[in-house]
């Protein structure tokens, strides 16, 4: 009887529990000057990106981070025309914000070439995001990129890698502080920010450091559910530069102009994505 070996992959979470695919094949492995990248082809979600051996989205559930950190916050804003998004190297975010057609321009600034080169090779459901011609993609330090920016951007989008290596930096107060700079009146930012079960110390690393550059009354956090991120409920910290909560302004109208097809945003997903479990209120109350 002929012997085939079976293949699987597991993020850690802990020292203890983690997530298990099994993967049919490696489609790309390369190691840049900041990071692992490896590229899976695995048998229920499609295909996997991880840096350094953690899931940075597969093909089957890579809609609902992308959906939920581009479209909120842009169906939030009043009338906005210029979007900064750091890291985002995959393009997915860039793919979402790109369906908002009315926009002057969409900036990127991802710190690692690799992993754009290696996402519109082997993923180009998210890599196609860099196609779009507004998209001007920017190969840098999101850090340093904001720190002389003054008023340009209606929205910013942080969609970072974890808050180590190259993006420690995006989670604290003086980065933040520069993004509120960049930002004009009435501006907001979004920022991934972890999870609250295995990293809820990211999390409030994230948030409170958000406060500390935007008020205490002027950040939020909403949650949505990602099957293969830690814990299945993914956060992320939203902040205003001034008016209301962005859980209480979405523009209809431009919702209704665009009738964009989505999977996972809609106005009532927009509101209710704010609604926290009791104990991740008591999380935030410290
Ligand atoms: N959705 C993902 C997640 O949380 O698993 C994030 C994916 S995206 C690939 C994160 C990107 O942030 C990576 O490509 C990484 O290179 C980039 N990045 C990390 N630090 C950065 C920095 N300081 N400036 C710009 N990009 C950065």
Redesign the pocket.
């Known amino acids: 009887m002929a012997y085939f070996p079976e293949f699987w992959f597991t993020e850690k979470y802990t020292g203890t529990c983690g997530f298990t695919f099994k993967i049919k094949r490696v489609l790309s492995t390369e190691q840049s000057p900041?990071?692992r990248l490896d590229i899976l082809e695995t048998y229920d979600f499609g295909r996997v990106?991880l840096?350094d051996g953690?899931?940075?989205?597969t093909e089957r559930d890579?809609f609902v981070?992308?959906e939920m950190?581009a479209h909120l916050p842009l169906f939030a804003a009043s009338d906005p025309k210029d979007v900064l998004i750091?890291?985002?190297?995959?393009g997915?975010t860039a793919r979402e914000v790109s369906k908002h057609i009315y926009l002057n321009s969409i900036t990127n600034?991802?710190?690692?070439e690799v992993?754009?080169k290696n996402?519109k090779k082997y993923t180009p459901f998210v890599g196609c995001g860099f196609d779009n011609e507004k998209v001007n993609l920017i190969i840098?330090?999101?850090?340093e990129?904001v720190k002389d920016k003054k008023g340009l951007y209606n929205v910013v989008i942080i969609?970072?890698?974890?808050p180590f290596?190259?993006?420690e930096?995006?989670f604290n107060s003086e980065f933040y502080g520069n993004v509120r700079d960049a930002l004009r009146d009435g501006g907001i930012v979004v920022a991934?920010a972890e999870n609250t079960y295995y990293d809820k110390r990211w999390m409030m690393r994230s948030v409170n450091n958000m406060k500390k550059a935007f008020g205490k009354n002027n950040v939020a956090i909403y949650q949505a559910a990602i099957p293969t991120?830690p814990s299945g409920t993914?956060v992320f910290a939203i902040g205003w530069k001034s008016g209301e909560h962005p859980r209480d302004r979405f523009d209809e109208e431009r919702f209704n102009k665009l009738n964009l097809k989505l999977k996972y945003y809609n106005p009532e997903i927009h509101k209710a994505a704010f609604a926290l479990p009791s104990y991740v209120e008591e999380i935030l109350k410290g």
């Open positions: 900041l990071q990106m840096l953690l899931v940075m989205f890579e981070y992308h950190i750091i890291g985002g190297g995959d997915g600034v991802e710190i690692d992993v754009v996402s840098g330090d999101g850090i990129f969609d970072s890698t974890d290596g190259p993006a930096g995006l991934q991120y993914w």
